[in-house]
Structure formats: C-alpha cells, structure tokens
C-alpha cells in the first residue's frame, strides 16, 4: 500500500520523536560501575569505550533539529492534503502530546529564538515557541527585580542630588564626569520613577539575550550589577564631607597666593568655598573663609551670616571675627572712628580728660546711646567662653583679644586689663612655639584678629588707668605689628606715633 506524502511526513515525525525520547530517558547521574569502567577506558585510552559509555546521553543539536523539522513537514503537508483521515489527525495529536513531554529536553539542547529567526518560522508553528524551562533559582525573580529596580531608583535619586552640589561654585571636572555618569545611567536604565526604571531593568534583560550568561542567572546578575551601582553611589554620597575638606583646602591656598591680594586667585578660592559647603554645608572652615573674604569685600551681611553658621558648627575664630564685625558696626554708627582724628588734633569739643590718650581710651563713652553692638559682641564671645578654652592657642588668644576689647568700649578697663593680659600671655607663648614656622591657619586669623590688636587694645585700656607711662611699651609693640588689612589697627598705629614720637 502506497503511503501519502502526508502519512510518510507523520512516519518520519514519529521515527526521529521516538528516538528523542529514547535518548532523554537515560539516567542522569552515572552508575558506579561506569565510573570504574571510564577510568580504565581513560587509562587505556579506548576512546570507542569512552564514547559507548556517553554516546548520546543527552540529545545533540541536530536531533532536536530533526524534529522540529519534521514536524514543520507534517504541517505543511496537512494543508496540502485535501482531505486527512482521521486516524492520521489522531496519530499526529498522539505525537504532540508526546513532543509537549520533550519540552525541557528541547528548550535545554536548542536556543529556538535563534532557531526561529535563522529558519524563519511562522507564528502557527507552536513546536518553535516553547517557553524556556523553568529553573528553580527563577522563583526568585520577582525579588531580583524589585531589588533591581530598587537600586536603579536610590542610585538616580542619589546622583540627582550630588551632580547640583559640584555646580554650586561654577563648572566642576567631578561634576562633569558624574553628570556625564548619571545621563549614561539614566538612558541605560530610565528615569528617575518606578515605572521607568522598570522599564530601564527590561532593557538591561533584552542586553542579556545575546551574552553567555545563563538565562536562570541573569537576573541575579542584573541584579548585583545595578547593585554596585547602588553601593557606589553611597560611597560616593558617603565622601562628599571628604571632598568638601578638599575644595575648602585648595580654597585657602589660592586665597593665601601672592599674598592674598590677587583678585582672580580670591574669585576662584571662593567658588572652592561654596561647591565645599554645597558638598557638606556642615563644613564650618569653608564658611568661616566664604565669611572672611565677604568680609574683605565689604559684604558685611554675607559676612555675618557665614560666620554664624561656622560658629554654630564651633569655630572659635569664627565667633571672634563675628563679635568683632559688632563692635566696629557701634564704631561707625557713633562716629567713634572719625572722632579719631578730631581727637588728635585736640578738638575742645571732646575734651573728656587730661591727655588726648585718655580721651581715646574712653572714646566710647562721647555719646549716651547704648551700644547695642558691643553688648551683642560681648553675648556672643561669652557664649563661646568654654570652646575657647578648649580651642588651641590661636583661637583662645583671639577670643581673650576680643572679649577685652568689648570691655574695653564698655568702660570697663580693670576686666579688659584681665582679658587682655591674658591674651598677650598667650600671643608670647605663640610667638616662641612657632618661631621659625609657617602655620596657613594663623595667616587666616591674623588679617582681622592680628598681633597688634592685644598690644594696641592694652596700651588704650592702661591709659585709660592714666598709666601713660607704662602703655608706652604696648604702644611701640602696636606701632611695629600695625597691619594695614584690619582699619581699626591703621588707625591706632597713628595713636601710636603720637604717643610715642
């Protein structure tokens, strides 16, 4: 009897099925007595043995091929038949369910995708689209992916919040490179929603299709991946009071260069002071030196206002330049500073006692206001007494100076005595401990809270005891520390030269 091609088509299904089948029932796990024989095979180097021993444990390529296209044959004859007969139809619904059984087998042996896009096989051809298997590890995936799309949120959220801080003093290389990162991480895997770095995360998955990495293990892999991100981009926030010492560092060298006056050098120390206080605004010495050059352009208000954020952070020296920023304020809105100069010319007008030195040592008593400024300054330094204290020596000379000099414009010369003998004990002190030295922080302070401000503030306090005499020293000292960067200093030195030539 002659068979139809369409019988022969399910004949020849039939044949290569049962062999696939046959080939996938062998055991798993190789019996010990093969495992004895294989090591003599080896041994002996009878590859026949070594081959009779594996031969087609698992199924080859082509065989799993060979069926499949033998099934696309039974299709293709199906339709060409005019009519089938039942007992065929039957025959091919019997081998389907037995083809469905092989799927493990298949999906492991044959990447179909691949198969399918190479041979160009039609949607209705189901043997072709047999979902991968499913490996145990995937039962999991669910939490890789939410993991994974976890990490891809806090890691964007983090990089959009650090990439503004290095922009904050102007263009940044750091900023840059991790604003260039950010947008790369961003196209990767989406935005910055939920949605979209799921999206972002399926993305990755389609990458992963054409790598060697088992389908079972890519999500896990996906997952450590953008988990390092995650753990970098805390790192990296976890560094940002690091790189705000960093630029605070550079800020102070290129204020100190050519001696502090080049006006470049202060624009670009300053851009350094503020991308630092927008990396850590804890940052106390970068608002104390943004406070210091406001101060050096006559920003008085943005002065204030870094100095004292820094004190609140326990800058002494910071609270020093605050008090004293009170105390000159008094100095100007009394016209203390002009009756200077009328002072030294013997104005009749001022004339409060014997000696023009004694008329400037009690200078801020020529008006009944209240010195709202000084009592300020004086609240603010008493506050700090026990920071001081434990400051260095530096910082607790400049507190002594200060605190003096505010009881000093109250009248109160015995307690300014106090203070300021205190502080020129210490300024001696200083002087032996880093002689032959270079201390950049004592550069800083030494602008506004100098050397000559305890010499200059005792000799007033001591004429003001009408202890001429003795001020005499202190006011030579004052004329040979005058600093021309602190305008009170300037002013005294005058004082100086009267009293001493």
């Known amino acids: ?278 990396l850590n605004p804890d940052n106390a010495e970068a608002h104390f030196n943004l406070g210091w050059l406001y101060e050096r352009r006559q920003n008085l208000d943005e002065a204030r206002t870094e100095y004292k954020i820094a004190m609140q952070g326990g800058s002494v020296i910071a609270r020093v330049k605050l008090a004293r920023l009170y105390i000159l304020d008094d100095q100007e809105k009394y016209g203390t500073s002009n009756a200077v100069t009328s002072l030294l010319k013997e104005d009749s007008t001022l004339k409060l006692a014997a000696t023009p030195s004694l008329r400037l040592a009690r200078l801020p008593h020529l008006t009944n206001h209240v010195k709202s400024g000084t009592m300020t300054a004086f609240h603010i330094l008493w506050e700090g007494k026990e920071e001081a204290q434990h400051a260095d020596k530096q910082e607790e000379k400049s507190w002594y100076t200060a605190i003096g000099w505010t009881r000093l414009q109250q009248g109160r010369f015995d307690q300014a005595l106090f203070y300021l003998d205190e502080a020129v004990r210490l300024q001696e002190e200083l002087k032996q401990e880093t002689e032959n030295q270079v201390n950049d922080r004592n550069r800083l302070t030494s602008a506004y809270v100098s050397n000559a401000h305890s010499y200059c503030l005792r000799a007033q306090v001591l004429e003001g005891q009408g202890k001429q005499q003795i001020a005499k020293d202190d006011w030579d000292k004052c004329d040979r520390l005058t600093n021309p960067s602190a305008p009170e200093v300037d002013i005294w030195s005058e004082v100086a030269k009267q009293r001493l030539y």
């Open 1 to 278: 009897m002659t068979l139809t091609p369409l019988e022969n088509a399910v004949q020849h299904y039939k044949d290569r099925l049962t062999i696939l089948e046959s080939v996938g029932t062998y055991p798993a796990s190789i019996p010990f007595w093969q495992i004895y024989l294989l090591r003599w095979a080896v041994e002996s180097r009878s590859y026949s043995l070594m081959r009779y021993i594996f031969y087609q444990r698992y199924p080859s390529y082509q065989l799993v091929i060979n069926v499949l296209l033998a099934r696309d044959t039974v299709d293709e004859n199906s339709f060409n038949q005019n009519q089938d007969s039942s007992k065929t139809l039957k025959t091919i619904n019997e081998l389907d369910k037995r083809l469905k059984k092989q799927q493990n087998l298949i999906t492991e042996t044959v990447d179909l995708a691949e198969n399918r896009k190479l041979l160009k096989r039609p949607d209705r051809n189901w043997w072709w689209f047999f979902p991968p298997p499913v490996h145990p590890w995937d039962r999991l995936d669910w939490l890789w992916g939410l993991l994974t799309a976890g990490f891809i949120v806090v890691s964007l959220s983090l990089a959009a919040n650090i990439v503004p801080r290095f922009w904050a003093g102007g263009p940044s290389t750091v900023g840059s490179v991790t604003a260039i990162g950010t947008s790369l991480l961003s196209l990767l895997l989406g935005k910055e929603s939920f949605d979209q770095a799921i999206r972002g995360r399926e993305a990755l998955e389609r990458r992963f299709e054409d790598s060697q990495i088992p389908r079972h293990l890519q999500q896990e892999v996906i997952c450590i991946a953008t988990g390092g991100i995650f753990v970098f981009m805390i790192g990296f926030s976890l560094s940002l009071p690091q790189m705000a010492k960093f630029y605070n560092w550079r800020g102070e060298r290129q204020m100190h260069e050519d001696g502090g006056w080049n006006s470049d050098k202060l624009a670009s120390a300053e851009s350094n002071f503020q991308r630092a206080i927008a």
